[in-house]
């Protein structure tokens, strides 16, 4: 069986605007593992959402793929979701293969449907299912994903939920038609930090039980560290590193990674002052020559404003793009508070 049942080879994404073209995507390439959890981290703008639309076919009308493909493995066929008409993707992969959880709960939900009519809308469409087996199947979907009197719930409008209980509903939806692959957007974002916990133990829970492959899409390294295998570190368009997760928050080798995980809260720091990344992503109506991060970075070299670096191999599963790791450049330290913290953990 194929170790992977996504890969993205190559992808490259164009938005044609009134101002110009901006290159939000920048040749990337992503493996999901059967059963594994990958986080995509980064920045707002970083490419993590575009990336995911691009694999669901709901990129706006103004995009344009310039390269790559976007490969889905089913049952020993490997079909190219880049070659699939919208239509097809609709019909044959949304929902009952790829489904995708949105970061705000009301926004994904019909305000003049009741709840039980939005989970069972996507098995009439996708299943021959009859009505009475469809109301039973989503009776147990909310409570697989924890509501309470679940039966009076499907006769409930979305404005009369909580914002919890609302995410633990799209969830429900997601579920509905038994995909093999949950992509959450900012899935905890809209909720606050009690539920958010909840919500997180509650994927991690279905996907265990239904054997499901998870995609993460993030900026907050705590949602990262409680739930992720494999991590993405994603920056103007690309992928800068790549790693398993105790790889990332143990090993970090980019600076833009070593300068996210210096900026979350620790309790026993030393600083007085939060950490912040000095500077802005680039404007990438204008696409940066060279090494994107280059003038946000205090260890840049000539040659980054020169060159795109390539990806460095650090071991089988650990890849970075940063000329630090080139055997000719000069040898440079984690920054000491990060040291320090990685050896409190």
């Known amino acids: 069986m194929e170790k992977n049942i996504l890969s993205i080879e190559n992808l490259d994404v164009t938005f044609r605007t009134n101002s110009g073209n901006i290159h939000a995507i920048r040749g990337i390439d992503l493996n999901l593992p059967r059963g ?7 920045e707002s703008g970083s490419g993590k959402s575009v990336t995911m639309k691009a694999v669901t076919g709901l990129l706006d009308d103004n995009s344009v793929i310039n390269s790559g493909k976007i490969f889905y493995f089913q ?13 097809e993707l609709r019909k044959k992969i949304n929902g009952q293969q790829i489904s995708m959880v949105f970061q705000d709960p009301m926004t994904s939900l019909d305000p ?5 009519a939005q ?11 009859s009505k009475a087996d469809a109301e039973k199947k989503a009776v147990e979907l ?3 994903v924890g509501i309470n009197d679940a039966e009076k719930r499907m006769k409930n409008f979305p404005h009369q939920l909580s914002g919890g209980m609302r995410q633990r509903v799209v969830i429900a939806i997601a579920l509905s038609c038994e995909p093999k692959v949950l992509i959450c957007d900012e899935p905890t974002t809209a909720l606050d930090v009690t539920i958010q916990a909840k919500i997180l133990d509650l994927i991690k829970n279905i996907q265990e039980k239904m054997g499901l492959s998870v995609i993460y899409i993030t900026h907050d390294l705590g949602v990262v560290a409680k739930v992720a295998d494999f991590v993405n570190v994603m920056y ?13 928050f143990y090993d970090p080798r980019h600076p833009y990674t070593w300068g996210l995980l210096s900026a979350m809260p620790d309790l ?3 600083d007085d002052r939060l950490y912040s990344i000095p500077g802005s992503p680039p404007n990438l109506l204008h696409e940066p020559v060279g090494d994107a991060f280059a003038t946000r970075n205090k260890f840049a070299m000539k040659i980054d404003k020169k060159i795109s670096p390539p990806m460095f191999r650090i071991s089988e599963t650990h890849f970075a793009a940063t000329w630090l790791l080139h055997p000719d450049a000069p040898k440079v330290e984690l920054p000491a508070e990060l040291k320090k913290r990685i050896e409190r953990r």
């Open 36 to 42: 594994k959890t990958v986080a995509i981290v980064g």
């Open 75 to 87: 049952g020993g066929k490997k079909i190219d979701l880049l070659t699939l008409t919208k239509k």
């Open 112 to 116: 003049t449907m009741t709840i039980g």
């Open 119 to 129: 989970i069972t809308e996507g098995m009439f469409l996708h299943k021959k299912i």
């Open 142 to 144: 909310l409570k697989l």
């Open 236 to 248: 103007a368009g690309k992928i800068i590193e790549v790693g398993t997760a105790e790889e990332i």
């Open 268 to 270: 026993e720091t030393d």
